[in-house]
């Protein structure tokens, strides 16, 4: 694998929870039906002759952890949905302290390059929308 790009808000902000328009065309969820409103950093990998790579997805205390969205569902993947359609992970995981949850983290793996350039434009439509920017690696 090459070296670490990242998506990363493209100005500092005071808080980590921003609002993703459902106009944009570009959301994520953990659960079917609920927006997740926690915009992620995501670091990227990708083999040097393009044949394959990997998103990690960090969230930092996501919405889906919050009291009131206790009725939407349990968390059954991620699932990254645009006017093109859905692609989702089943490899996602929780991090507790003191017993609380406190992020989650995402791994997204493409195993071809056409699926990096759907993920790709599935990124530049959820960056226009959140704010972030695009960072490649040195």
């Given at each position: 694998?090459?070296?670490?790009?990242?998506?990363?808000?493209?100005?500092?902000?005071?808080?980590?929870?921003?609002?993703?328009?459902?106009?944009?065309?570009?959301?994520?969820?953990?659960?079917?039906?609920?927006?997740?409103?926690?915009v992620?950093?995501?670091?990227?990998?990708?083999?040097?002759?393009?044949?394959?790579?990997?998103?990690?997805?960090?969230?930092?205390?996501?919405?889906?952890?919050?009291?009131?969205?206790?009725?939407?569902?349990?968390?059954?993947?991620?699932?990254?949905?645009?006017?093109?359609?859905?692609?989702s992970?089943?490899?996602?995981?929780?991090?507790?302290?003191?017993?609380?949850?406190?992020?989650?983290?995402?791994?997204?793996?493409?195993?071809?390059?056409?699926?990096?350039?759907?993920f790709?434009?599935?990124?530049?439509?959820?960056?226009?929308?959140?704010?972030?920017?695009?960072?490649?690696?040195?």
């Amino acid at each position: 694998m090459s070296g670490v790009d990242a998506f990363s808000p493209s100005s500092p902000m005071s808080s980590s929870r921003f609002s993703t328009s459902l106009d944009a065309g570009a959301e994520i969820q953990f659960v079917k039906g609920l927006e997740e409103k926690v915009v992620p950093d995501i670091k990227l990998t990708r083999a040097k002759d393009g044949s394959s790579g990997t998103a990690t997805f960090q969230f930092s205390n996501p919405n889906v952890f919050d009291a009131s969205t206790a009725s939407f569902g349990d968390v059954t993947g991620m699932y990254l949905i645009d006017e093109e359609g859905e692609m989702s992970t089943s490899d996602v995981n929780a991090n507790f302290v003191n017993g609380k949850p406190q992020s989650i983290e995402c791994l997204y793996v493409m195993t071809s390059p056409d699926e990096w350039d759907r993920f790709m434009r599935f990124m530049e439509r959820y960056g226009e929308a959140n704010g972030l920017g695009f960072n490649k690696a040195g």
